[in-house]
């Protein structure tokens, strides 16, 4: 497949970033900046998101996508890596952490899913029907760009034009919809209290009290099930984090990642 891939690469420990559901590496467009003089950057836009491919023959599962960023480690020829990952893009971390655990050092997640259940099973099934398209094409536009920019945001305020444009982009893409399809057919679900338990990283939790998205309830429960963790929270913050607490997450990450 074709992955579109942004990167600084310099002797610097180098981060990944991970980006969430109809996401992009747009998400960290502002932390970036603030990070690249000290860490070395890789971002990718995951399939069937972003400016990578659609496939519509990619198997769309946590682990999956957990395999590539592993397969980007190797391909970049890191030792070890930390991992950020915003929303989904949490799980998919997580995932890779289990996969590689000797190539990761810290996690930093950010307003990460949690607790999700796998795809039902009529799900499943209704995905193979002529209609499922249609069906999801209806869902994935019944609000428009800004009406779904407002739920991420607590200030609404920083809702810019470039933002709805970047945001709205992907979704006119060729196949996008038979990816996100397919991604309904195949999610297995997030890590169950059992698996996290099991993860001994380094983790920081960040998370924004007015998140509508993943309610910061999921925050403290995953503080809970992950046994090294520890867990920020921002007052008036939605959950496109990286926008809102620019500054503050990006030295809330050097101050946890220079410690290693």
Partial sequence: MDIYCEYILH?????????????????????IPLLSKHFSIIAIDLPGFGRSVKSISFIYTYENYGKLIAACIEHFQLEKAFLVGHSMGGQIALNTTKIVPERID????LSSSGYLEKAKRWQRYCSYLPFCEIAVNYVLNKKSVPDNLKNVFYDH?????????????PLKEKNFN?????????????????????????????????????PFHIGMKLKEDLPNSELIAYDKTGHLITEERAEAVS??????FRES
Avoid: A, C
């Fill in 11 to 31: 002797n610097k420990p180098p981060i990944i970033f991970i980006h969430g559901f109809v996401s992009s590496v747009y998400t960290f467009r502002r932390i």
């Fill in 106 to 109: 810290k996690l930093v997640l």
């Fill in 157 to 169: 305020s920083l809702i810019s034009e470039d933002l709805i444009e970047e945001f709205g982009r």
């Fill in 178 to 214: 038979k990816s996100m399809m397919r991604l309904l057919r195949y999610r297995e679900g997030d890590l169950t209290s059992e698996q996290l338990k099991s993860i001994d990283k380094s983790i920081l939790l960040i998370w924004g009290r007015e998140d509508n998205v993943v």
């Fill in 251 to 256: 030295e809330q990450i050097f101050t946890f």
